[in-house]
């Protein structure tokens, strides 16, 4: 089993990927160029070990049912492919089959709804990632919410309209 930063030392030789540092000492690498929804590779790596790789798109992985594989046992070579593998599934070079909604993102930089303003001209834009719904300024997040129901009622009290 690999430590914690050696897991973080492997996904940061791979340069295609940004690390995202999120809530409790967890961290994300994302592969921005991602031809679909999903961008996480790695997600929630923690200190204690744990963390998992997205593989819903690679054939033959061992997934649960949200496309993630726990990693938490996994050797450094064993790793290594497991990443590539689920970068070659996420690029767009390599599709297969073409889905529908990866290509309305690719072409349209925000799906519609997501931008939201308020009467001073600010924007914040909502995403939803990983079966959260986030609100973004800029790159940081403000906010996380479960439903986009919280997340839009959140935002009209702070004086933002869908833009």
């Known amino acids: ?13 791979f340069p295609e990927l940004t690390r995202k540092d999120v809530s409790l000492g967890r961290v994300n690498f994302q592969y921005d160029r991602s031809a679909y929804d999903k961008k996480n590779v790695g997600y929630h790596l923690h200190p204690n070990g744990n963390g998992f790789v997205y593989a819903g798109r690679v ?11 726990n990693i938490r046992d996994y050797g450094e070579a064993e790793l290594r492919e497991l990443i590539a593998a689920s970068i070659r599934s996420l690029s767009p070079e390599d599709e297969t089959e073409t889905e529908p909604e990866a290509e309305a993102s690719a072409e349209a930089p925000e799906a519609p709804g997501q931008t939201w303003k308020d009467d001073q001209g600010r924007t914040l834009r909502l995403a939803l990632e990983d079966d959260h719904w986030f609100v973004y300024a800029d790159d940081l997040v403000d906010s996380a919410f479960e ?6 009622q959140y935002l009209r009290e702070e004086g933002f309209f869908p833009a």
């Open 147 to 152: 439903t986009i129901e919280e997340a839009e």
């Open 59 to 69: 054939p033959g992985a061992a997934t649960d049912d949200k496309g993630f594989v």
């Open 1 to 13: 089993m690999l430590t914690f930063e050696q897991k973080l030392a492997v996904f940061a030789s």
